[in-house]
C-alpha cells in the first residue's frame, strides 16, 4: 500500500521510535501519545484492521503486544494498561492499517472510559447472542 502511512513506517521508509520488530510485526511509539509510553503494534503485512486481518498475523500483534504491555509496569512504573483498537471510521479508526494501542495507566482519572454502560434489556441480549452463536455454528 503507496500511500499507508504504517506500511511506510514498517518498511522503515519513514522513520519512528521502534520498540521491536521482527518479519512479520513491529511496534513503535504513538507519535500523540495518550500517556507516556503509549505504543502502537502493526503487522507489516498491510492490513485495515479487525475484519481484514489474518488470523496468524493477528496472533502475532496480540503476541508482542503481550511480551511489551508485561514489561511496562517495571520499565515505565505504569499500575495497568489499556489495550485499545478501533475497526471502522465510524469506531475512530483515522489511520487504516491495523493496530493495536497499547497504553500505560498512571491514574483512574488521566483517560475518560470511552462507553457509558447501561443495564441491558434481556430479551435484547437474549436475541443478539442467540443471532451470532446461530452465525458462528454456520461458519
Ligand atoms: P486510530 O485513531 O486508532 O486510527 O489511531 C491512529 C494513531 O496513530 C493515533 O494515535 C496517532 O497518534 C498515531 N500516529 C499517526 N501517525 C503516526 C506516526 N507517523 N508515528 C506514530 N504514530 C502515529
Ligand atoms: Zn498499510
Not at 501519545?33 to 503487522?43: C, D, F, M, N, Y
Not at 483498537?85 to 479508526?93: E, L, P, R, Y
Request: proline residues 5%; positive net charge.
Amino acid at each position: 500500500m503507496d500511500e499507508c502511512i504504517f506500511c511506510k513506517i514498517a518498511s522503515h521508509s519513514i522513520p519512528a521510535y521502534v520498540v521491536s520488530e521482527n518479519d512479520e510485526v513491529m511496534a513503535f511509539a504513538d507519535i500523540n501519545p495518550a500517556t507516556k509510553g503509549h505504543i502502537l503494534v502493526i503487522p507489516k503485512s498491510h492490513a485495515t484492521n479487525l475484519f481484514d486481518i489474518e488470523e496468524a498475523s493477528f496472533i502475532k500483534v496480540l503476541s508482542l503486544a503481550k511480551r511489551i504491555a508485561r514489561v511496562m509496569p517495571e520499565v515505565l512504573g505504569c499500575s495497568g494498561i489499556n489495550l485499545f483498537h478501533s475497526a471502522g471510521k465510524i469506531a475512530w479508526q483515522e489511520v487504516m492499517h491495523f493496530h493495536l494501542h497499547i497504553v500505560p495507566r498512571y491514574r483512574r482519572e488521566e483517560l475518560q472510559r470511552p462507553f457509558v454502560s447501561t443495564p441491558a434489556n434481556k430479551t435484547e441480549l437474549k436475541e443478539i447472542a442467540l443471532r451470532l452463536s446461530r452465525k458462528l455454528s454456520n461458519k
